[in-house]
């Protein structure tokens, strides 16, 4: 073994459990980066979706790459890393993007149908959206324009993602 490669790496360690290993440390150097998928498959082609705090950019994605790509020996075991950021377009996969998106207009799918407005909260079990509706004035002809709030609980939650403007 050279001196550049990590303590852990060893013949007995599967490649799998090799770049897992990388990946902690990579995320421990960097907490404000957060892991939403980790896969590897027979190939050896290892796919990882990064998300952060403040939004994943290129440099976040350089950084994992790098701490990955440079510790395992491509002599040893053939492989391919893929590493992105997630895409905006995708459900929340964890609690952490719930709360990086507060402020933000999401769209949140229930069992009871789907709610759109603005992100103000994440508790421990639930959130809190805010969202305009027109209700008719309490005295008087014509609509007035209320705002109102709903806790969703995360139970109830099937499916939830910003709305993009444009």
Known sequence: MGTDVPYFYTKNMSIKEKAKKLLEEALEERPDIFL???TISENNDIKL?????????????????RKIEHNL???VEDFSLTVSSVD???PFALLRQFKKNI???????????????????????EILIEYKVREPKP????KVTVIKQDKIAFDDIKEAKVVLKF
Not at 109 to 122: D, F, I, Y
Request: charged letters at 40%; proline letters at 0%.
């Open 36 to 38: 939403i998928d980790f």
């Open 49 to 65: 979706v990064i998300d952060s705090d403040t939004g994943a950019t290129v440099d976040d994605i350089v950084i994992i790459s």
């Open 73 to 75: 020996d491509r002599e």
């Open 88 to 90: 905006i377009t995708q």
């Open 103 to 125: 402020d933000r207009k999401i769209k949140v799918k229930t069992e009871t149908g789907e709610k759109e407005g603005k992100l103000v909260a994440v508790e421990a079990n």
């Open 139 to 142: 005295v008087g002809k014509g």
